[in-house]
C-alpha cells in the first residue's frame, strides 16, 4: 500500500463505494426497488460500510478507527443478510445474489486485514503525530 492522504486512498472504502454503486443498480433493476421497507435497510447498511470508514479516518485516532472498522464489518454482514432477504423473496436472481454477496465476503476480509494490521502497528493516529 501506497501512501495514504485520504479515506479515497483506501482500497476498503474504494470496494464499500463499489458495493453501495451495485446495490443502487439493483434498486433500479429489480423487484427490489418496490420493496422500499427492504431496499432502505439495504441502502443504509451499504452506506454505512463505507461512511464509517470515511467518518473515523477523519478523526486519525488508530483505536477508534479499528472500532469504526469493526461497525463497517458488521454493516456488510447486516448487507449480506439482507441478499438472502431479498433473494429468498425472489426480488434478485441468485445470480446477482452470489456476484453481491461475493464482494461482501471481499470487503469483509479486507476489513479484517486492516483491522489485524492496525492492531499490529506501533502507530496510534495522525492526530498523536507531534509536529
Known sequence: MGKVESFEDL????????????????FETTALG?????LNQM???????MDNIAEEFGRGGNLEFRNFL??????CTELK????????KNLISEL??????NKCEKEIAK????????????FKGSKFKKD
Open 70 to 75: 469493526g461497525f463497517s464489518r458488521g454493516s
Open 11 to 26: 482500497e476498503v472504502w474504494k470496494l464499500a463505494r463499489e458495493i453501495c454503486s451495485d446495490v443502487e443498480t439493483l
Open 111 to 122: 476489513i479484517t486485514a486492516f483491522i489485524n494490521f492496525l492492531n499490529r502497528s506501533n
Open 81 to 88: 443478510s439482507q441478499l438472502y432477504r431479498a433473494k429468498d
Open 96 to 101: 446477482e445474489f452470489k456476484q453481491l454477496a
Open 43 to 49: 441502502d443504509r447498511s451499504s452506506g454505512s460500510v
Open 34 to 38: 418496490k420493496r422500499y421497507s427492504l
